[in-house]
């Protein structure tokens, strides 16, 4: 198996445990934060479900499948950050629709978005660095 097809496979993994962290007692704190940084509703817990079971199906097609996947999550998920980043509130879960523009702290924000930035660009470089895989 190569490394195409692994990666998706860690990427489900990860995906599918960031939806359990609201239901894991001790891991949020008393306002509902993961880690005491970000809250996690039921859209977010949707979207890292729906993401996890597109990696997973991905992974087990097909290396093609898997860049594939890959490519078009790490860019969706590096842009959802970027716009958190800038204005406070991503795309994916709707928050930018739910929330708006948000006046939050840099530090908040950089710490709530790094998992979409770092996660989107990981996914992205390895889909180009080992594109040879899926050919």
């Given at each position: 198996m190569g490394k195409l097809r692994i990666t998706a496979w860690v990427y489900m993994v990860v995906l599918l445990s960031v939806a359990?962290?609201?239901?894991?007692?001790?891991?949020?704190?008393?306002?509902?934060?993961?880690f005491g940084i970000f809250a996690l509703d039921v859209y977010d817990d949707l979207l890292h479900v729906a993401s996890?079971?597109?990696?997973?199906?991905?992974?087990?097609?097909?290396?093609?499948?898997?860049?594939?996947?890959?490519?078009?999550?790490?860019?969706?998920?590096?842009?959802?950050?970027l716009l958190g980043l800038a204005v406070g509130s991503g795309f994916l879960d709707l928050g930018i629709v739910k929330y708006g523009v948000l006046d939050l702290p840099l530090t908040f924000k950089?710490?709530?978005?790094?998992?979409?930035i770092a996660g989107g660009s990981i996914a992205i470089f390895v889909s180009r660095r080992f594109a040879h895989e899926a050919r």
């Amino acid at each position: 198996m190569g490394k195409l097809r692994i990666t998706a496979w860690v990427y489900m993994v990860v995906l599918l445990s960031v939806a359990t962290l609201n239901y894991i007692p001790g891991l949020t704190d008393a306002e509902g934060r993961a880690f005491g940084i970000f809250a996690l509703d039921v859209y977010d817990d949707l979207l890292h479900v729906a993401s996890g079971l597109w990696a997973g199906i991905s992974a087990a097609m097909s290396s093609r499948a898997s860049r594939i996947f890959l490519f078009w999550f790490g860019l969706l998920y590096l842009l959802d950050g970027l716009l958190g980043l800038a204005v406070g509130s991503g795309f994916l879960d709707l928050g930018i629709v739910k929330y708006g523009v948000l006046d939050l702290p840099l530090t908040f924000k950089i710490l709530a978005n790094l998992p979409h930035i770092a996660g989107g660009s990981i996914a992205i470089f390895v889909s180009r660095r080992f594109a040879h895989e899926a050919r």
